[in-house]
């Protein structure tokens, strides 16, 4: 395979490079699923094929990404004397390009930072304009409005915060300069990139997007349809922004012609303008957390779990369910080697994950929100996790299902707060890279629903192309009150970081202090079970990242158990129902990216389900 010797500028080889990392699209590690897709209510992008991935053995470092071409990026970068943020900063503009419909410079981000045993949380997630209220997503009648009709216009885009975090961590953990890291998503732009059958396949299937004239013009053919897979695709407008801000950094996302034309698309929507504004833009500020970190016990051996704190629900809700599942008999079934359960978790297994899943999104549906907006239960998030509550709820387990659960209590509330009900969450891309000085980044990244608002920005208004804007205010709770009128702790407020499921991870061996498992994935509110999954089957299980990457997916936010489809046999599906859960099959697309540290090395791992590899020496 060729290869780029630092950020080489010579067009012809840079193509090359491009044409055969696509290849690998083409030719093995992802093929396009046939095209009469629906798009499933609880999955925030459609399937688009299952190709069986290697997996990946790395000696110094490995970056791990949803795109070929994104994980070259970071390569490259880690190859120059990068660290893991200065990969980062390369893969998320590349994915901004060839994978416009999950992640870019239009949306957020939350990122772990691990140096040593010092883990950062760098919060670049999307806040409510100034002038929202929390009738945003009511109808006249003060219904809740349709899904689609909230999210297709201006109504539903947060201030972007994806560049102004990405340049604080940069400022913190970098190495290289700023502007370098801009180099290949530039390249890519304006040299052209080969769309890929994931692309191409969601392109297809999107009612909305093709309806705003910008990405039309980019996307598709005069006759509506997209452009083929292995079109090269160019984007001029996205390589003139991408040079701004190498130049002069996050202002240029805050003010100046690019923010001007951010809102102006925004607020001159012919149908569902929004109310973002210069000031919302220019106001913006990333925050620096404190990661969420807890205590986890696998086989005799001690953990610590890190992740996203609020405004994500993603580390609360996976500690809650790994701590409950520990005082269930499910602690102690294996991963079947034998019979039709081979390689796939048990009916009894699943029933009691199902039902700590189900305790854990009650406490979530009350209790989770912005900080900054919502005070914890009982003082402080860790209530939630502590062992004898997780002890407690976990005695609320029987042998049938609950099937509705109810949040727990904890301390006295500061504000009473209501119980939100269900609604769907869509979104994103997720990058897990650890350097040569083992310096670990997760980040979970989006536009929330596939191609966000559905509206394209082309910010000097020439060429064709530009970047999508998110719809993630569609993640706050539409209706802002419970059916007892109290209000949500996730309801719409000016100023506000609506809640999330992203669950970017990093796991240390207590012993001696190292990462030992990088994870994350896209996948709405089903990115807590993505991720849980894989960190079972890795801590608890024994497998390498790739086979806990591969093991079926499944979970419960409610209700019906959902089964990735065709995944589990038929005796599993009737033992629980004949145990009182209501299942469902259902696409399950996870993204998963993953990076585990064993004797031999580093062993990554990507999702079958979407076209990630992983890369590094």
């Not at 894989?534 to 209700?559: C, E, K, V």
Request: charged residues 15%.
């Amino acid at each position: 395979m060729p290869v780029i010797t630092g950020f080489t500028s010579e067009s012809m080889s840079f193509r090359r490079r491009a044409m055969v990392l696509t290849g690998l699209l083409l030719a093995g590690l992802c093929h396009a699923a046939p095209l009469n897709y629906t798009i499933p209510d609880t999955q925030p992008e459609i399937a688009s094929g299952y190709q069986a991935k290697p997996g990946w053995l790395t000696q110094k470092y490995a970056v791990a990404a949803a795109n070929p071409l994104a994980t070259d990026a970071g390569r490259q970068v880690l190859a120059a004397g990068g660290t893991a943020m200065d990969a980062a900063v390369a893969v998320q503009m590349v994915l901004g390009l060839v994978e416009p419909q999950s992640s870019g410079i239009g949306g957020g981000a939350f990122l772990l930072y691990g140096k040593g045993q010092q883990v950062s949380a760098y919060d670049g997630r999307e806040v409510a304009p100034a002038r929202v209220n929390e009738r945003l997503f009511l109808t006249a009648d003060g219904k809740p409005m349709a899904f689609n009709d909230a999210v297709v216009g201006g109504r539903s885009v947060g201030v972007p915060g994806v560049v102004p975090m990405l340049e604080m961590a940069h400022k913190a953990e970098g190495r290289l300069p700023w502007a370098d890291l801009f180099k290949p998503a530039i390249m890519l732009a304006e040299h052209g990139f080969p769309v890929s059958p994931r692309l191409y396949a969601l392109l297809k299937a999107d009612p909305f997007l093709k309806q705003d004239p910008v990405a039309a013009a980019y996307f598709y053919q005069p006759d509506g349809d997209p452009h083929p897979v292995g079109f090269i695709l160019k984007n001029q407008p996205y390589a003139d922004a991408l040079r701004l801000i190498a130049a002069k950094g996050r202002l240029v996302m805050q003010t100046g012609p690019i923010a001007k034309a951010m809102v102006a698309k925004v607020q001159g929507h012919p149908t569902n303008p929004g109310t973002l504004s210069l000031s919302d833009l220019a106001n913006y500020r990333p925050v620096k957390r404190e990661a969420f970190c807890s205590d986890y016990q696998a086989k005799a051996h001690e953990y610590r779990i890190c992740g996203f704190p609020p405004p994500s629900s993603g580390a609360i809700a996976i500690a809650q369910i790994l701590g409950m599942l520990s005082h269930t008999p499910a602690r102690d079934i294996p991963l079947p080697q034998a019979g039709a359960e081979a390689g796939l978790p048990t009916a009894e297994w699943l029933h009691d994950y199902t039902e700590a899943s189900r305790l854990a999104f009650a406490d979530r549906a009350k209790y989770l929100g912005d900080p900054d907006f919502v005070s914890p239960p009982g003082g402080s998030w860790y209530a939630l996790v502590a062992p004898d509550y997780l002890a407690a709820r976990a005695k609320l387990i029987g042998e049938n299902s609950m099937s509705t659960a109810l949040p727990g209590q904890l301390g006295t509330e500061t504000v009473a707060l209501g119980i939100a009900a269900a609604q769907p969450e869509y979104g994103t891309s997720h990058i897990s890279i650890i350097d040569a000085e083992g310096h670990a980044l997760s980040m979970t990244t989006t536009v929330e629903a596939q191609f966000g608002a559905r509206q394209m920005v082309n910010p000097f208004g020439k060429g064709v192309g530009g970047f999508l804007l998110n719809n993630q205010l569609t993640d706050f709770n539409f209706v802002p009150n419970d059916d007892a009128g109290l209000p949500t702790a996730n309801r719409v407020q000016p100023g506000k970081r609506p809640r999330s499921s992203m669950s970017p991870t990093l796991v240390y061996d207590k012993q001696n202090g190292q990462v030992v498992v990088n994870t994350g994935s896209p996948g709405g509110a089903l990115i807590i079970h993505f991720t849980a999954k894989t960190l079972y089957g890795m801590l608890n299980w024994g497998l390498d990242a790739q086979s806990a990457i591969n093991l079926p997916n499944f979970g419960a936010t409610g209700t019906p158990v959902l089964l990735e489809t065709g995944r589990f046999p038929v005796g599993t599906l009737d033992w629980l129902k004949a145990h009182g859960h209501e299942v469902k099959e259902i696409e399950m697309t996870s993204g998963l990216q993953a990076i585990g540290r064993t004797a031999n090395g580093l062993s990554g791992g990507a999702d079958p389900r979407r076209e990630g590899v992983v890369m590094g020496e």
